[in-house]
């Protein structure tokens, strides 16, 4: 339960919750592999964001991030309160970012490589500090919708029923939209193509409730990798597993390719109005 109310000012309290249940959730009904996979996935991610957008990582204490990491180790409320201390200590929101979270995940990964804690340590560290970056990253990087309806599908890796994408592309075009698509890629060309883009509207299609663990890791991903983004996952997945946005920490899903376009078309008509002279 979200309680520490100086904490609370830090963080976005909804984005938080929802990627704390997403990842209790996982614990639940991902295999011990796959949940190992996307514990390394926010750890690694985290650990390079610095480095991969070139930019300097604030001077920490080490002694303060190691203290970090027995707090996320400790319970996410543990590891917000000392979040609220750091930021009475005045260290800004960018160097919680930068400094102390890409310093929890790689701390937290070399004492699991060398073996101080465990499987289970390290999987409920990272779950803590996924949220932590959630409620945070959304707070420093908001929502930037694509104002000239531009948007990005992906098949899962491993999806092998990749017509719906062509399909969902088109009825889109048909409608205005520019659309890019991208099937039979792994992860890592995912995020890579992504990373590289501007785009902020991005679809993910699944055939199967067996797809969830690659789903899920990939969305870890891309939260981290394109914080500002907008997801929306669907396929049939979406009937097999109906709580699959909330498991995965997506932002909504869609059964049918009307309901993608009016969701979609409602975020972007939203930004719109955002934009529009009070």
């Known amino acids: 339960m979200f309680q520490p109310a100086s904490a609370h000012r830090e963080l976005d309290e909804p984005t938080f919750l929802a990627a704390k249940t997403a990842f209790t959730t996982q614990t639940q009904k991902l295999s011990p592999e796959s949940l190992a996979l996307v514990a390394e996935e926010v750890l690694r991610r985290l650990a390079d964001t610095a480095n991969l957008a070139r930019i300097k990582v604030p001077a920490t204490s080490p002694e303060k991030v190691d203290a970090f ?94 017509i ?15 659309v890019d698509t991208q099937v039979n890629a792994d992860h890592d060309e995912i995020i890579e193509t992504l990373t590289q883009s501007n785009h902020t509207l991005i679809g993910l299609s699944a055939s199967r409730a067996g797809m969830t663990d690659a789903l899920a890791r990939l969305n870890v991903a891309l939260r981290i990798a394109k914080p500002d983004a907008f997801i929306l996952v669907s396929g049939q997945i979406t009937e097999e597993e109906p709580d699959i946005a909330k498991i995965v920490d997506a932002d909504c899903k869609a059964d049918d390719m009307p ?17 529009l002279p009070k």
């Open 259 to 275: 309901t993608a376009l009016a969701l979609l078309e409602g975020v972007v008509e939203c930004q719109d109005a955002a934009d």
């Open 164 to 178: 719906g994408i062509s399909v969902a592309a088109d009825m889109f075009r048909q409608r205005g939209w520019q």
């Open 69 to 162: 990491c027995d707090a996320l180790l400790s319970g996410d409320d543990a590891a917000v309160e000392y979040i609220s201390v750091l930021r009475q200590d005045g260290v800004i929101l960018d160097e919680l970012y930068l400094g102390y979270i890409t310093g929890a995940a790689r701390l937290l990964g070399e004492r699991w490589e060398r073996d101080e804690i465990s499987f289970f340590d390290v999987t409920i560290a990272s779950g803590h500090l996924y949220a932590i970056m959630r409620g945070l990253r959304r707070a420093i990087v908001p929502l930037q919708a694509s104002k000239n309806r531009h948007a990005f599908f992906a098949a899962v890796p491993g999806e092998t029923h990749t």
